[in-house]
């Protein structure tokens, strides 16, 4: 079946590093890509998406890029902000094998001041 | 836009009691998702909704869960002689009319169901 793989957490910076949250996935179909970032004490909510490969996308700084050779869906950004420790969740729906969207595990950043 | 609202945002219960949720998503949109997140996991889909028509079941969904959204507005999920394992965070999301692949979906604060 389909499943989403994300690198494992806490990842910590430092104010204004390079992120790479790394998201590798599984599916049957033409999936879209998804990634959702829940705040402390807030729902998840949508950062950025794209629907089909080689498109990318951007949100906040924030971009990734649809990768179908290499099934991934990796999250970066340039220089990371206090603001930006979250729980970053990468996602896929596949309408192939019924509405179902499928979450990785999550992934904590925390950024330092 | 009030967003998606879930009741109750905390509940205890004992091993064996039933529980009930609310969702009340946004209000012009016609799909509804429910799901299941533990600790340090994604959440887990668990069932979704059409309008009033429920369109897919997770395994996850035994037969103690039942859901329904009789209205196409407003869903509620039950859950009958919980047990220890079903203490997670219930998440409800809704999404407006579309292609299902491409949704973005909107999610509630969710609900967090601790049984003793």
């Known amino acids: 079946g389909d499943s989403v793989t994300q690198m494992e957490g806490p990842v910590t910076l430092s104010e204004e590093a390079f992120l790479t949250i790394n998201c590798t996935y599984t599916?049957?179909?033409?999936?879209?890509l998804f990634w959702y970032v829940q705040y402390p004490g807030e729902g998840l909510q949508l950062l950025l998406k794209?629907?089909?490969?080689?498109d990318k996308g951007s949100n906040k700084g924030f971009e990734a890029t649809y990768r179908k050779e290499t099934t991934s869906f990796h999250l970066e950004k340039g220089s990371v902000q206090v603001s930006d420790s979250a729980v970053y969740f990468c996602?896929?729906?596949?309408?192939?094998?019924?509405?179902?969207?499928?979450f990785g595990a999550g992934t904590r950043l925390f950024v330092k001041a | 836009d009030t967003g998606v609202s879930q009741n109750p945002r905390h509940k205890i219960t004992k091993r064996g009691q039933n529980v009930t949720f609310r969702c009340d998503p946004i209000?012009?949109?016609?799909?509804l998702y429910w799901y299941r997140q533990t600790l340090g996991q994604g959440p887990e889909f668990l069932t979704y909704?059409?309008?009033?028509?429920?369109?897919?079941k997770s395994r996850l969904l035994s037969d103690r869960f039942s859901a329904e959204r009789p209205k196409g507005s407003f869903s509620t999920l039950e859950i009958q002689r919980t047990e220890q394992g079903d203490s997670a965070m219930y998440l409800c999301?809704?999404?407006?009319?579309?292609?299902?692949?491409?949704?973005?979906?909107?999610f509630g604060p969710g609900t967090r169901l601790t049984v003793l």
């Open positions: 999301a809704s999404s407006p009319s579309g292609q299902v692949r491409t949704d973005t979906q909107y």
């Open positions: 599916a049957t179909g033409y999936p879209s």
């Open positions: 794209a629907t089909k490969a080689d």
């Open positions: 996602a896929l729906s596949d309408d192939t094998g019924g509405f179902k969207t499928i």
């Open positions: 209000s012009e949109h016609n799909r």
């Open positions: 909704f059409q309008n009033e028509a429920q369109l897919e």
